[in-house]
């Protein structure tokens, strides 16, 4: 199963990704998570997890990638990276690293000025993520970039469920309404994470986001803030995490079961 976290900048998601990730691997779960954000370097530090080389790094970087993608078109599966049907393990193996059970795989960040943009990083994750055919007690989270360019892309549709992360700023409400309208098209389910939640903003949220897709309610922990703050792992247990676990089990179990996905070149 995969599931793609989304939202504001700074509204949660690495966090809530790595405490999603920590709880369903206590639950027995195989999981990887994906660092699909560009910018951002904390994924990894939020769980002590070495930094993997970015699979875009090891395919070149961006020259790498170009010229890889603009051999020929259309182009045959022998030239393309990514097998159709491919396991966890496939990924080169300096690209995946581990600690206590979670596997991580880096898209790609930028690093120097001039260049260019992160269209190349959003190429890769379509590439590979309908191939990846998963075991059934594997789960995959992709921790997105800020904003909805994700959606733009389509990189929603390659996924089973959206998470959406909605911390108390008006601007995070707004998104919300645009992820659900969003997700609809795509076809994917998409549940609401309120985050950041405390009395003063309680009743605020609650009219303001619809509360037929809110999952869970993550209370603000300024243990979580100021481990952050000192880029520190998130030590912390959040035991309000766990309606998010239940909510993926239970839609585990009733989604279609897995099918090897077509290629998108036949
Ligand atoms: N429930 C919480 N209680 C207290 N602080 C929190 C909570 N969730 C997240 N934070 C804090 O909010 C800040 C942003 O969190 P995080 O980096 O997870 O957001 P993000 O959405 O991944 O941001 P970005 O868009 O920049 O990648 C961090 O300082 C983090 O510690
Ligand atoms: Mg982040």
Redesign the pocket.
């Known amino acids: 199963m995969k599931i793609l976290i989304s939202?504001?900048?700074?509204?949660?998601?690495?966090?809530?990704?790595?405490l999603v990730a920590k709880a369903l691997k206590d639950r027995g779960f195989k999981v990887l998570l994906v660092d699909a954000?560009e910018?951002?370097y904390?994924?990894h530090r939020?769980l002590d997890i070495s930094f993997p080389v970015p699979l875009l790094e090891n395919m070149g970087g961006k020259p790498g990638f170009k010229k890889m993608t603009s051999v020929t078109f259309p182009q045959s599966s022998a030239e393309l990276p990514f097998k159709n049907g491919m396991g966890i393990d496939e990924f080169p193996e300096d690209c995946l690293a581990e600690s206590d059970g979670i596997k991580l795989l880096v898209i790609g960040k930028i690093h120097d000025f001039g260049e260019g943009c992160a269209c190349p990083m959003g190429a890769l994750s379509k590439m590979f993520l309908p191939k990846l055919a998963l075991a059934e007690n594997e789960i995959i989270i992709i921790?997105a970039?800020?904003g909805v360019e994700h959606f733009g892309r389509r990189v929603d549709g390659d996924c089973d469920m959206i998470i959406g992360?909605v911390?108390p700023t008006f601007e995070s409400f707004s998104l919300a309404k645009q992820m659900a309208g969003m997700a609809e098209k795509a076809g994917v389910e998409i549940f609401f994470v309120l985050?950041?939640?405390d009395d003063r903003v309680r009743d605020i949220m609650h009219k303001n986001v619809d509360r037929k897709n809110v999952v869970a309610e993550?209370?603000?922990?300024?243990?979580?803030?100021?481990?952050?703050?000192e880029g520190k792992k998130l030590k912390t247990s959040?035991r309000e995490i766990e309606p998010i676990c239940r909510t993926i089990e239970d839609f585990k179990k009733k989604s279609r079961p897995f099918k090897i996905p077509r290629a998108p070149w036949t």
């Open positions: 939202g504001k900048g700074g509204s949660g998601k690495s966090t809530l990704s790595a954000d910018s951002n904390g994924l939020l921790d970039a800020a992360v911390d985050n950041k939640i993550i209370p603000h922990m300024p243990s979580i803030f100021m481990d952050s703050l959040c």
